[in-house]
Nanobody, 123 residues
Framework: QLVESGGGAVQSGGSLRLSCTASGFYFSRYCLTWFRQRPGQEREGVAGIDSQGHTIYSDSARGRFTISRDNVKTTLNLEMNSLTPDDTATYYC???????????????????WGQGTLVVVYS
């Protein structure tokens, strides 16, 4: 099970920290990724981290967002800075067993999903 938190409304240029708390699976062996779905658009991968801590970012997230994991607390985090209205979306965390050995932004491979947390960035 994955449960996201930390969403809300923030002014353009501001920051938010999203968290995702995991339970019921061997967290440290899993790849974890943050996805988002903007209004009227398809879901897209934003940032991913594999079981070894290697990370991957979408072009829009690179340099502004930072993904991290805490295997002791079984928590995934996403620090988002310099937010713009284009970042308004529902953000989801997802997990899949790390059998590939690298992080992924491809949603079709993930089999555990959270319910999402809404982020609204206003100008």
């Amino acid at each position: 099970q994955l449960v996201e938190s930390g969403g809300g409304a923030v002014q353009s240029g501001g920051s938010l920290r999203l968290s995702c708390t995991a339970s019921g699976f061997y967290f440290s062996r899993y790849c974890l990724t943050w996805f988002r779905q903007r209004p009227g658009q398809e879901r897209e991968g934003v940032a991913g981290i594999d079981s070894q801590g290697h990370t991957i970012y979408s072009d829009s997230a690179r340099g502004r967002f930072t993904i991290s994991r805490d295997n002791v607390k079984t928590t995934l985090n996403l620090e988002m800075n310099s937010l713009t209205p284009d970042d308004t979306a529902t953000y989801y965390c997802a997990a899949m067993e790390d059998y590939r050995g690298h992080p992924s932004l491809s949603g079709g491979q993930f089999d555990i999903w959270g319910q999402g947390t809404l982020v609204v960035v206003y100008s």
